[in-house]
């Protein structure tokens, strides 16, 4: 499966991001996805996550409450809706498929696309 994540900018704090993902291939329904993000200086950390069915979502403490996962596998495309934004949230998203989720360690997931930037201004 090939990924490609878009919607990241330029917000101020307290505002809101979409994020989404595109998928190719016909299986994308089979991939459990996953939102990570790596902020300058520091190691890649997963954000969210949901099942292939999206029946479960999972989510990092730091952006439970603001942050929501979902998906739609008609369209091969999973979102990331980010509301109150932080200036820590500032960082790449990147998106990332395989057959089960795994939050740690990043590099365990098996599909990455290339990230979006997303910058929070304070």
């Known amino acids: 499966v090939q990924l490609q994540a878009s919607g990241g900018g330029l917000v101020q704090a307290g505002g809101s991001l979409r994020l989404s993902c595109a998928a190719s291939?016909?299986?994308?329904?089979?991939?459990?996805m996953g939102w990570f993000r790596q902020a300058p200086g520091k190691e890649r950390e997963f954000v969210a996550g949901?099942?292939?069915?999206?029946?479960?979502?999972y989510y990092a403490d730091s952006v439970k409450g603001r942050f929501t996962i979902s998906r739609d596998n008609a369209n091969n495309t999973v979102y990331l809706q980010m509301n109150s934004l932080k200036p820590e949230d500032t960082a790449v998203y990147y998106c990332?498929?395989?057959?089960?989720?795994?939050?740690?360690?990043?590099?365990?997931?098996?599909?990455w696309g290339k990230g979006t930037q997303v910058t929070v201004s304070s």
């Open positions: 291939g016909r299986t994308f329904n089979r991939y459990a």
């Open positions: 949901i099942t292939w069915s999206g029946g479960n979502t």
């Open positions: 990332a498929a395989d057959d089960v989720l795994t939050t740690t360690p990043w590099y365990a997931m098996n599909y």
